[in-house]
């Protein structure tokens, strides 16, 4: 080693330290006043809004391997709320709301960092998609600015604006409030704070069925025996559907793999996020430097945490045409999740038919930024037995009034 | 990449192909007939198990005809694959 | 310059220059940049992430944990390690302190891929995979054999075994030069295979210039990627040696056993002078003695057995080692870089500090599984091995030699060897009635190893310098403390303590890591498992992958058959799906507003042209033809006449509409169809969807005619008296060939098919003529100079001005014909069609629902922004603010002589004539709500 590596940067000093105790792991109660079943973000959060908002304590969060070892450990942890229609800005810009306090409310570093999330424009559409979802996000008071190929290339300098780009960058939503997360603090901020309050954290217990009586709830079923419960509330993302089978409730949800991947640890090149749609891009620079970044879904149905690898090789494609600095970058470890995806690209939060049982399904490919706001509101929904307003328009019969909340069109890349 | 066996072309990469979703969903021979919640189980409603599960591919860059597949969710194993029109084959 | 000290006498070969942390050295071809910078002395490679500790070289091979390398030249390349680097002339590199930089130039490499199929993949040309080839090879199959390094051999590279009487590496690379004549057979070398997918779909990626340094030629793809489909994989990838967590396990001069013998041995290099030995098992005896007969004085063997294997013992007596059996290493010590060993008897007893500057460890193999894994394999835990090796699998693939735990090298031989026979048997060949493995030497009986993970230390607070990842610089004080936290799952410590995330993605580490974690819970380690094996096995670039889709091939570009003349006057272009489509066409010293106002006034008062191939095109033919259109359009088909034209809509199931066009009746039994630009290939997916999987009794058959037809609009008033000098065989006046009607006839003399629509409001025809003569067409029309070219921005202003929507500019899929002020195109007379039933739904027969509408800003100079919003007050009350609607299209009218808007507005023709307000900015532009049809309401332009 020279001397002048020597006076160099330790960038893995940064990071804080997880504390010395973490949740309490506990075995499982014959009953309990509500079992939410998945302990992701979405479940853990729920059963701290329990808790904490409602005074509900006796709460057990069943997950059927490692806490948060789901979705919530695969996700890209970008945090934005610049959805275009008023109901989803509604649940995520509370959500974002949430976020700004939640180290403070947590009591747990969750590297939560406001860089800001740009979406590239690169049509005429894409360019009138994008200045009426910054319009709408205003009105709704989330906060968002058009800017200009030029201005882009400010935020972000390594964003390839020029005109030889196969489709130019045309401008770009940003979204300064945004930005991304540290996702296992994030889960096990949720479950040591859930904890604290007297949730019981139960690992390896796989939910097998669901007891119903009369048209109502009763408890489940588990590989570690069976649980009574006043109310089961439903967590289970790409799972979803087989949860709620149990119950005899079917779900307008389609489980897929989607993929995302790592490069090895950079020097700080990309101070914010940036996510295009028609060039199929979302990528970050994580706290200890890798570039994160995120690949679109397999099309078919596969409940298998594993996606194809021509989905990579396009991913980087992709990535490539707006950041050609990347192209000697490597990818050191892919992986996969699966994902519950809905026919309006919307989540689904309420009751069911089943008295008692409740369900939040449906994020696809972007519930790590609802983290706390959905759980604010589904615990909320538990709690009381009636949707918060914001999770209201998220209710399973709007697919049979037709009121859906459309969001594939016009939000940009939908994570 | 899956390889998938287009019952008209052979087995091909699954980048050839187009997803359908689940097979054996007829159009109702009388929407106008249909309450607004059975229309929508024919819209938006399709069943999403872990396990097999009779889909429909379209092998859109080769001879361009639908098919059905069955397919285990769980593994990604195809178990059988065959004409539209022709009733679900019983796989393992 | 002193000359690589550390190299073996007699190591021959071409001298290369190469320069490191600012400093010259020299070294031989063949080298690894790390066996270049051992060969000079060089300890401390680079430093560790977080504690900033000085690392050096650990291994020989890709599991290398330490020696992370910048490359600065010929090009930044981040982070690889030195173990892999190849050396070559004028290599500059640097060593890292945890992050790589990337380059602020271009990359002027190229990349590219290729398919390829095979009967048999092996990977790894060691003896196993060598044998598995060579054996399937023989029989006639189709054989590749990948393997990662430059030259064939594997383990055998780094020994000193032979086989058939000739050294082990020899007969590895004949063998595989003999394998490699049989025309079946492609050997790929420097080639990773990185994953395994699903139907034995694997992924290897070859590094094929990156070795030659800035003499690498520029034609030759630097990296390409292999996508190899195989009927049957035998995976040969060997093992990897592990370290034991021991105080200050990570000083330089810490080193693999087997790595060491691998420099001694291939490289050449001797990586220290006096050296301890530090083993669990029989394995770092070879590698002890090779060093001892190179030259190096092996102080002690500490084996942490009572009883090593007893004819290693003998060769340690004959050569005066010292053989501590039943001892440990407790510690590594010294400043920067080992400069002695303290060594103790396990459980009691006196340590004692032996001077060396090299410490040998082998804390046992590790099968290489990754790829097995990745397959869908399971893995069960082997204790003679203390390791996991594959178990079941669904796909054809099967593991040989070491990496299914065979430990011999006449085992490996013959396993693989076993493995091709089953492989060929699998592939549908006939497999020989014996096949022969080469000879090898006897191997010494071998003494169980004893799977010591963790060397104690007296307290709990002492583990701070036992690491278990070094690149992550996690030690066993951190498990501890991630056990303690109430952590059970080794994914949880993973996450924890990151260990295992690091660039070698725990390979020598991620099973004595999973190992310590076990320790501290009191459970077994085969019970606890392992974290999952994830792909890439090694890191792959991001510009491998992207391969030749970047720039113009990212997607592929369509351009019509008049693109040349565009091109050639001006145009500016606008990206319509994979179309380039002319913009406008501005003038010298004109902005886009002022030749849009003047293309329109041309359109509008004279005429005009522009080129509309690009609107898809589709022929519908059969029987069933018009049976099938009214099931798809909202409106009737069946009844229009051969020889007219209708405009139709269709919708999705939910009634939303999905694409718009013109039927033409050309035939009782033919149509042709047109779409929008963007949705012609949806178009024509969704009719054969309906075709094959709903209604296959109906005999209708689509084709895309789309590249088929060149299209020429003429438009304006004096439309008709152009066509009617480029046609003058064709009667034009209004009664002859009146509008929403089509007629053949030459134009230009090119035959022709003419079809009177507009959508201008002008009176326009639509000239289609075979594609090939498209830009003749063109030319002719131009011919003149009347005409004055036109593009989609004139076209957008224009039909907005006749209030006609754009689908997926006026729409976004939420919006139905009846939203769009359409309720006349959609039957009341047809049963059904697809999309009806959605009407009736509660919400989208809601009376709030956004309608379609014209805005005019008070203001007639002002534009409104496209995507602006509307509101109710005149200022604005505090967030959420309630939303009307939004501007869809927004445009300066030359007709109009004024700016106006096509707006969705909630109730919108009820609000007709109402004030609205649109927050532009920080202002409230007032607006008046009017019809959407604001230019010639009475159609009379149309018909001229």
């Known amino acids: 080693m020279s001397p002048e590596t020597q006076g160099r940067r330790t960038p893995g000093a940064d990071l804080p330290d997880h504390p010395d105790r973490l949740w309490r792991p506990a075995e499982p109660k014959r009953a309990y006043d509500v079992v939410i079943v998945g302990g992701g973000g979405h479940g853990l959060a729920t059963a701290y809004y329990l808790a904490k908002n409602h005074g509900i304590t006796d709460v057990a969060v069943l997950e059927r391997g490692w806490l948060a070892g789901g979705n919530m450990a695969r996700n890209t942890t970008i945090i934005r709320s610049n959805y275009l229609w008023d109901e989803s800005a509604g649940i995520y810009e509370h959500a974002l709301k949430l976020w700004e306090g939640l180290e403070e409310d947590l009591g747990y570093p969750l590297l939560f960092s406001q860089r800001g999330v740009l979406n590239l424009a690169h049509s005429l559409q894409d360019v009138r998609d994008s200045v009426r979802r910054v319009n709408a996000n205003r009105l709704n008071g989330v906060d968002a600015e058009w800017l200009t190929p030029e201005q882009v290339k400010e935020v972000c300098p390594i964003v390839d604006i020029s005109p030889d780009v196969r489709y130019p960058v045309l401008g770009g939503t940003y979204q300064p409030r945004a930005g991304i997360a540290k996702h296992d603090y994030v889960a096990w901020g949720f479950a040591k704070a859930a904890s604290d309050l007297g949730v019981d954290m139960i690992e390896h217990c796989e939910v097998t069925g669901l007891d119903v009586r009369d048209g109502r709830v009763t408890g489940v079923r588990t590989t570690r025996g069976a649980i009574a419960a006043g109310k089961v509330a439903l967590a289970a993302a790409g799972h979803s559907s087989v949860v709620a089978g149990y119950a005899g409730v079917s779900l307008p949800v389609q489980s897929h793999p989607l993929q995302a991947l790592v490069s090895e640890l950079l020097e700080p090149v990309h101070p914010t996020v940036v996510m295009s749609n028609a060039v199929h891009v979302y990528v970050s620079q994580a706290h200890k430097g890798e570039l994160v970044m995120g690949a679109g879904i397999d099309a078919a149905n596969s409940y298998r945490q594993r996606g194809a690898f021509h989905i990579i090789e396009r991913q980087m494609s992709a990535a490539l045409e707006l950041f050609p600095v990347f192209a000697r970058a490597h990818v050191l470890r892919t992986w996969g999740g699966v994902v519950d995806v809905t026919p309006d690209a919307s989540p689904i939060v309420g009751l069911t038919p089943v008295e008692n049982l409740y369900v939040n399904c449906g994020w696809g490919t972007g519930g790590f930024k609802a983290t706390p706001g959905v759980g604010w509101c589904y615990a909320h929904t538990v709690a009381t037995g009636e949707p918060h307003p914001l999770n209201a328009p998220f209710s399973l019969d709007r697919f049979t009034t037709g009121k859906l909340v459309d969001e594939h069109g016009a939000a940009a890349v939908a994570h | 990449m899956l390889l998938i066996p287009c019952p008209w072309c052979g087995p091909r990469d699954e980048a050839e192909f187009h997803y359908g979703g689940q097979a054996h969903i007829a159009y109702p021979d009388n929407p106008a007939a249909l309450s607004d919640e059975e229309w929508a189980r024919y819209l938006f409603f399709r069943d999403n198990p872990k396990g097999p599960f009779a889909e429909r591919w379209s092998h859109t860059a080769g001879c361009r005809r639908w098919f059905n597949v069955v397919r285990d969710t769980a593994t990604n194993e195809i178990h059988a694959v065959y004409r539209v029109g022709e009733p679900r084959p019983v796989t393992a | 310059m002193s000359g690589q000290p550390y190299r073996r006498e007699g190591a021959t070969g071409k001298t290369l220059r190469f320069r490191f942390d600012g400093r010259d050295y020299e070294g031989l071809e063949g080298d690894t940049l790390a066996s270049a910078l051992l060969a000079n002395g060089v300890r401390a490679v680079a430093s560790s992430i977080k504690l900033g500790r000085p690392r050096g070289v650990y291994a020989a091979g890709c599991e290398e944990p330490n020696a992370l390398v910048q490359i600065e030249e010929p090009f930044p390349e981040p982070m690889l390690t030195a173990t892999t680097v190849e050396l070559y002339d004028g290599l500059v590199a640097t060593g890292l302190p945890g992050q790589g930089r990337l380059a602020d130039r271009p990359d002027p490499a190229r990349y590219d891929a290729v398919h390829a199929h095979c009967d048999v993949l092996v990977v790894g040309a060691g003896p196993a995979g060598i044998a598995a080839a060579g054996v399937a090879a023989r029989a006639g199959a189709r054989v590749i054999l990948a393997d990662e390094r430059p030259a064939p051999g594997g383990s055998l590279l780094g020994t000193t075994e032979t086989l058939d009487g000739r050294p082990g590496h020899e007969w590895a690379a004949a063998e595989v030069a003999a394998l490699e004549a049989l025309p079946e057979v492609r050997v790929l070398r420097r080639t990773s295979v990185i994953g395994h997918y699903d139907d034995n779909y694997v992924i290897a990626v070859e590094r094929r210039t990156n070795h030659l340094g800035a003499a690498a030629p520029a034609h030759v793809a630097r990296e390409r990627v292999w996508r190899i489909r195989a009927k049957r994989v035998v995976l040969a990838t060997g093992g990897h040696e592990r370290f034991v967590a021991f105080a200050g396990n990570d000083l330089p001069g810490v080193m693999l056993a087997g ?222 403390r991630a056990v303690g936290a109430g952590l059970s799952s080794v994914e949880h410590v993973k ?172 035939a009782d039994d033919r149509f042709l169809v047109t779409t929008t630009t963007g949705n012609a290939a949806a178009v024509l997916d969704w009719m054969e969807e309906w075709l094959q999987t709903e209604w296959p009794d109906l005999r209708v058959s689509c084709t895309s005619v789309t590249e088929q037809w060149a299209t020429v609009a003429l438009v304006g008033p004096r439309s008709r008296e152009v066509l009617a000098r480029l046609a003058p065989g064709l009667a034009v006046d209004n009664d002859s060939f009146p509008f929403m009607t089509w007629r053949e006839a030459e134009v230009a003399g090119i035959p022709a098919r003419i079809c009177r629509i507009s959508f201008s409001g002008e009176l326009a025809y639509e000239i289609n003529v075979s594609s090939w003569y498209g830009l003749a067409l063109w030319e002719a029309v131009m011919a003149s100079g009347e005409v004055t070219p036109y593009g989609t921005e004139t076209m957008h202003v224009l039909r907005a001005e006749k209030g006609y929507p754009i689908v997926g500019q006026d729409t976004d899929g939420t919006v139905t014909p009846q939203d769009l002020g359409m309720e006349w195109i959609v039957s009341k007379k047809k049963a059904d069609f697809i999309g009806k039933r959605s009407f009736a739904r509660a919400d989208t027969s809601r009376p709030d629902r956004k309608q379609l509408v014209g805005l005019l800003p008070e203001d007639p100079g002002v534009l409104l922004p496209e995507g602006a919003h509307l509101v109710e007050t005149s200022s604005l009350p505090e967030p959420p603010v309630p939303t009307l609607g939004f501007v869809t299209s927004s445009y300066r009218s030359a007709a109009l002589g004024r700016t106006f808007a096509l707006a969705l507005v909630s109730r919108g023709r009820e609000r007709i004539g109402e004030r609205l307000y649109a927050p532009v900015g920080a202002e409230l532009v007032p607006v008046t709500v009017t019809s959407h049809v604001l230019y010639d309401p009475e159609g009379a332009r149309r018909d001229g």
């Not at chain 3, 460890?361 to 893995?379: D, I, K, R, Y």
């Not at chain 3, 060949?429 to 230390?457: C, D, Q």
């Not at chain 3, 690091?502 to 077994?524: I, M, N, P, R």
């Open chain 3, 259 to 480: 790595a060491a013998r691998t420099y001694v041995n291939h490289y050449r290099v001797l990586p220290g002078r006096r050296a301890v030995v530090f083993t669990t098992n029989d394995s770092a005896y070879a590698a002890a003695l090779d060093l001892a007969d190179a030259g190096v004085e092996i102080a002690a063997i500490a084996d942490v057995r009572q009883a090593p294997g007893e004819t290693w013992a003998a060769r340690c007596a004959e050569r005066g080692i010292e053989l501590l059996t039943g001892h440990v290493v407790t510690a590594a010590l010294g400043e920067g870089e080992v400069s002695s060993v303290r060594v103790a008897p396990r459980g009691d007893g006196q340590a004692r500090e032996i001077p060396a500057d090299l410490l040998l460890v082998s804390g046992g193999w590790t099968p290489v599984v990754h790829l097995f894994s990745q397959a869908g394999g399971t893995l069960r835990y082997d204790e003679g091995l203390g390791a996991f090796v594959p178990g079941e699998i669904r796909q054809a693939v099967e593991a040989a030699g070491f990496a299914r735990g065979v430990t011999t090298l006449r085992g490996c031989l013959e396993d693989g060897a076993q493995a091709g026979r089953r492989a060929l048997a699998a592939a549908g060949f006939a497999v020989p009635s014996e096949t022969s493995v080469p000879a090898a030497e006897e191997e010494p009986a071998a003494a169980p190893a004893e799977h010591l993970w963790l060397v104690e230390a007296p307290g709990d607070d002492d583990y701070g310098a036992h690491f278990v990842d070094l690149q992550r610089d996690v030690t066993v004080a951190d498990v501890l």
């Open chain 3, 495 to 666: 996450r924890y303590t990151t260990a295992g995330t690091a660039h070698d993605q725990g390979k020598t580490s991620g099973l004595l890591t999973s190992a310590v974690v076990a320790h501290a819970l009191g459970v077994d380690v085969g019970e606890l498992g392992t974290t999952t094996f994830r792909a890439p096995y090694t890191p792959v670039s991001f510009a491998a992958l992207a391969g030749r889709d970047r720039g113009h091939l990212h997607d592929p570009i369509r351009v019509t058959a008049m693109h040349e003349w565009h091109v050639a006057h001006g145009a500016r272009f606008e990206n319509v799906g994979q179309w380039k489509r002319p913009w406008y066409y501005p003038r010298p010293g004109e902005d886009m507003e002022a030749a849009v106002l003047r293309e329109c006034r041309a359109a509008r008062e004279d005429v005009a042209a522009m080129d509309a191939s690009t609107l898809g095109k589709i022929d519908v033919v059969g029987p069933d033809a018009a049976v099938f259109l009214d099931r798809l359009y909202t409106n009737m088909m069946s009844t229009l006449k051969v020889g007219s034209i209708r405009y139709g809509v269709m919708c999705r199931a939910d009634g939303m509409v999905f694409d718009d066009g013109t039927v033409i009746r050309l």
